[in-house]
């Protein structure tokens, strides 16, 4: 069965530090890949999105994820955190055969001022 | 861009009632629609497929009776939850699929509690 793991539960890092947060998903088949940030009490926010092309995918707020397909991996990044990052963090994968949007556990992250 | 309004955003509601949930794209025709469920502090689980003009498709552990999904048209979505209980409060999110390169088009959700 398909399946999306998001290996942090919970991180907590300080303002300034580096973000890396790990996706890796499990399907043989053409795949769609997102990043979705929930802020609290808001409802889900796209951050970015890979369908094509470099696989180096840049988003929103400093946001960059990577696709590596060997790998099954789509880990997002972010050189420097700021306080206002605090929110749940989502990963997805969407199946091109059907378009179904299956959702990983999340992460959420906690920034320190 | 594409936008898909859902209503009502809360909902409160007394164990026994129904309650009905719409989602319409507002800009654009989805003859598709996913259904989710998300618990607290847990991630979203697609529920349904809703499909304009045919039944709607449940994911596996779904009570087809106790959640009713109308795709009574190409912008128009609902999920009705009936006979609700407390163990059914939760927030439900309706989404679009892509189109043309286009992201997942969110709802912006409903927040249902049954006491």
């Known amino acids: 069965a398909q399946s999306v793991s998001q290996h942090n539960h919970h991180v907590i890092l300080s303002e300034a530090a580096s973000l890396e947060l790990g996706c890796n998903y499990s399907?043989?088949?053409?795949?769609?890949l997102f990043w979705y940030v929930q802020y609290p009490g808001q409802h889900l926010q796209l951050l970015l999105k890979?369908?094509?092309?470099?696989?180096l995918v840049k988003g929103i707020k400093g946001f960059e994820a990577e696709f590596i397909k060997s790998k099954f991996s789509f880990n997002l990044r972010k050189p420097s955190v700021q306080w206002s990052d605090t929110a749940e963090y989502f990963c997805?994968?969407?199946?091109?055969?059907?378009?179904?949007?299956?959702f990983g556990k999340g992460t959420r992250l906690h920034i320190l001022p | 861009g594409a936008v898909v309004s859902q209503h009502p955003s809360w909902v409160i509601c007394k164990s026994g009632t129904s309650v009905k949930i719409e989602c319409r794209s507002l800009?654009?025709?989805?003859?598709?629609m996913f259904w989710y469920r998300q618990f607290p502090k847990q991630s979203l689980m697609l529920m349904a497929t809703s499909n304009e003009g045919s039944k709607a498709t449940y994911e596996q552990g779904v009570e087809k009776d106790k959640f009713l999904i109308n795709h009574a048209s190409l912008t128009l979505s609902t999920l009705t939850v009936t006979s609700a209980h407390p163990e059914d409060s939760s927030f439900y999110i309706c989404?679009?699929?892509?189109?043309?390169?286009?992201?997942?088009?969110f709802g912006s959700g409903t927040r249902l509690t049954v006491v």
């Open positions: 989404s679009a699929p892509p189109k043309r390169g286009r992201g997942y088009t």
């Open positions: 399907y043989g088949g053409t795949v769609n």
């Open positions: 997805a994968v969407g199946l091109n055969r059907d378009d179904k949007i299956i």
């Open positions: 890979y369908f094509s092309g470099d696989p």
């Open positions: 800009d654009f025709q989805a003859t598709t």
